[in-house]
């Protein structure tokens, strides 16, 4: 098929993507309490890797109505971004008070959004637990926090549900449990878990928080579709991240079974019990009493939580038996082919090369995996050494023009050609940001922000992307 009778389908939602604290800045402004995103970025020695926090961010709390200015002028039909438990309910539980200070903001916000004719879609949870709830009792470790979830979700979808028809409960929950509790490199920062894992300890962190994160996605769920669905008719899911495994020699059966072991781990931890009802089968062996279990209460509620996959995706890896550890089904994974070229283009950070058939192969394996339609809800690229650029060099991303062509042809590929049901895609980012343990050096933005003034300019990226959703809109 040609590239010019290739469309999207009339619903789809394009757009970019944010998180609250990587933008917003402003952290104890109007009413808003502590996140572990805070405390983590202020501990010393400073775990961040140029010293820095989500203090200013790129000021967004203040500069959110030229922010919309700039999403209009990119042609965009839909935003997806993360509100901050902490400004909406500034000691996190159950019983604390409800901020309406924090109400306000986004209600103006999505508000003016709506306005501009942008689709809001709403992460309720992109990392920032406020920190009393790490303090009172552990955060995600403790159970406490489902219920303490559930109930800023509701107060969320009661402030805003009239005008949010998409939402996202959690992003990336292997995120958090691995680099949060077991290599301790993202807030909360723990990591003695990860010496005591190896040898079968049950109490190992990350497992536990990530089936607290399943639980507290699942009853979020549950309340949406019984409390609100009926009457605001949106939809709820989770996002997943994923990387495309595939094996290192192409199809021996040890590299075969390692990609697999790979994709059941990053993948299947956590959609194998939301869409099909089970932990996979490699993990349960795997890990023993370390994997909680569900009650048959729970697995119920559990079981078909998610209206949609949720796909943030960035990159491919080849994948070998060997090393690694629990977190990633013990195997080996990189970017270099047995004949020793690489896949594609290296980005600013090590994690990360261009590799669109991975993308197109990702989209099928989950497709027939899983059987929900799709919402991709980050992709991006960070170029090399963009942070040492002049304003008007760093502008002229050739790199990421270069990533965003490949993967956006995927991705028409994959609905066009191959039948997979991709209801969105939203670029990441809208802005350069606070790249968590990176701080600002590395930037994944459309738009390039000079931190000194908060300036933004846009990149030629934002241009690319723009004129690629004109081309392949429906008509
Ligand atoms: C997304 O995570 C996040 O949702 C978003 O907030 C973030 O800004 C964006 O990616 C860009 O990173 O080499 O061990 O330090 C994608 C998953 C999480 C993958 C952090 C790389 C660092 C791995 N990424 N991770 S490490």
Request: overall charge negative.
């Amino acid at each position: 098929m040609t590239n010019d009778k290739m469309k999207l389908p009339s619903d789809f939602m394009f757009g970019l993507a944010t998180a609250s604290y990587q933008i917003e800045g402003s952290t104890t402004a109007s009413g808003r309490g502590p996140s572990i995103w805070d405390t983590f970025t202020h501990k010393k020695p400073f775990p961040i890797a140029d010293g820095s926090t989500g203090d200013n961010a790129t000021d967004s709390f203040r500069r959110w109505k030229s922010d919309i200015a700039l999403l209009k002028s990119y042609g965009v039909n839909s935003y997806r971004f993360s509100i901050s438990w902490s400004r909406i309910i500034p000691n996190g539980g159950r019983n604390d008070p409800v901020n309406q200070e924090g109400i306000r903001f986004y209600r103006d916000f999505i508000e003016e959004l709506v306005k501009a004719g942008i689709k809001p879609c709403v992460t309720l949870y992109h990392w920032d637990l406020p920190h009393t709830l790490h303090d009172r009792y552990g955060g995600w470790l403790n159970r406490e926090t489902v219920d303490d979830f559930v109930h800023y979700a509701k107060v969320c979808f009661q402030a805003v549900g009239d005008l949010v028809k998409h939402w996202i409960t959690h992003n990336e929950p292997w995120i958090i449990s691995v680099l949060g509790y077991g290599y301790g490199i993202f807030a909360p920062g723990r990591s003695s878990n990860r010496e005591r894992s190896a040898e079968g300890d049950s109490n190992a962190e990350p497992w536990i928080v990530s089936h607290n994160l399943i639980l507290s996605h699942a009853y979020a769920a549950k309340l949406y579709r019984e409390e609100f669905k009926p009457t605001q008719g949106g939809s709820i899911g989770i996002t997943l991240d994923c990387v495309w495994y595939m094996p290192y020699d192409g199809d021996s059966p040890e590299c075969v079974q390692a990609a697999q072991r790979a994709l059941d781990t990053r993948i299947g931890w956590f959609a194998d019990p939301i869409y099909k009802g089970h932990y996979p089968s490699s993990l349960v062996s795997s890990l023993g009493d370390r994997l909680p279990k569900f009650t048959p209460e729970e697995i119920a509620v559990v079981h078909g939580s998610s209206d949609f996959f949720g796909l943030n995706t960035y990159t491919s890896n080849l994948v070998r038996p060997g090393g690694g550890d629990d977190f990633n089904g013990k195997v080996t994974t990189g970017f270099v082919r047995p004949d020793g070229t690489q896949l594609g283009t290296q980005a600013h950070v090590s994690w990360l090369q261009s590799y669109p058939p991975g993308f197109r192969a990702l989209l099928n394996y989950l497709w027939k995996t899983y059987n929900k339609p799709i919402y991709v809800t980050e992709n991006g690229f960070a170029v090399k050494d963009e942070n040492k650029l002049s304003i008007p060099e760093a502008i002229n991303d050739v790199d990421r023009v270069d990533y965003y062509r490949g993967y956006t042809q995927a991705l028409l590929e994959a609905i066009n050609v191959d039948g997979v049901d991709v209801k969105s895609y939203f670029a990441w980012s809208l802005l350069d940001n606070f790249e968590w343990a990176d701080g600002y050096g590395v930037r994944f933005g459309v738009t390039y922000v000079d931190y000194d003034t908060q300036e933004r300019f846009p990149k030629k990226s934002s241009r690319f992307l723009k004129e690629w959703y004109e081309e392949h809109k429906a008509s």
